[in-house]
C-alpha cells in the first residue's frame, strides 16, 4: 500500500470532514454488529469536539479520527479496517495525550477489539457500566494510565 498521510486537526464548532467519518464509522459499525447511532448525534458531537484526523492523501481517504471532548474524553476513535496494525490508533491516542492531562473513553463491553486495543496501549478499567447504551449494552469506563504510559505513547508522534 503507496500511502501519503496527511495529519489534521479540525478545531470545535467545524464540520470539516464529518461526512468522511460519519461512513467511516458506520462502516466500523456495520462490520461490528453494534448500535446505530443517529447522524444528528454524531454530527452534533463532532462540531462540540476537537477532532484528530489522519488522511491518505494518496487515495484522498480519511484512514482514522479520534474525537475528543474539552475534558480529555475521546467520543469516537475509529480506523479503517484497511490501515489497522500500521500504529494509526495508537498515534491518535498518543496525539490526545500530548493535548490533555487525562484520557478517558467508554468501550463496549463485549468489543473484545477496541478493549484488547485499548489495554495494550495502557488504558486501565475503571468501572463497569450495566445498560450504558441505549440497546441495553454494557459499558467499561477506561482510563490511560499514568504519566510513564502517556510518555511511551507520545514516542509515536516524534518516531
Known sequence: MSVNIETRVVDRGSDEYVDDAWRLKETIREA??????????????????TVYLYLDRSSDRLVGFAAVRRDGYIL?????????????????????????????CHARSTNEAALGFYKHIGFETRRR???????????????????????????????
Open 76 to 104: 469516537f476513535l475509529a480506523v479503517d479496517d484497511d490501515y489497522r496494525g500500521h500504529g494509526f490508533g495508537k498515534r491518535l491516542v498518543a496525539r490526545v495525550a500530548e493535548d490533555y492531562g487525562s484520557v478517558t
Open 32 to 49: 461490528d454488529g453494534v448500535l446505530r447511532q443517529r447522524r444528528g448525534f454524531f454530527r452534533n458531537a463532532y462540531r462540540r469536539s
Open 129 to 159: 457500566i450495566d445498560n450504558y447504551y441505549e440497546d441495553g449494552g454494557d459499558a467499561y469506563y477506561l482510563k490511560l494510565g499514568d504519566d510513564s504510559i502517556t510518555d511511551k505513547l507520545s514516542k509515536f508522534l516524534r518516531g
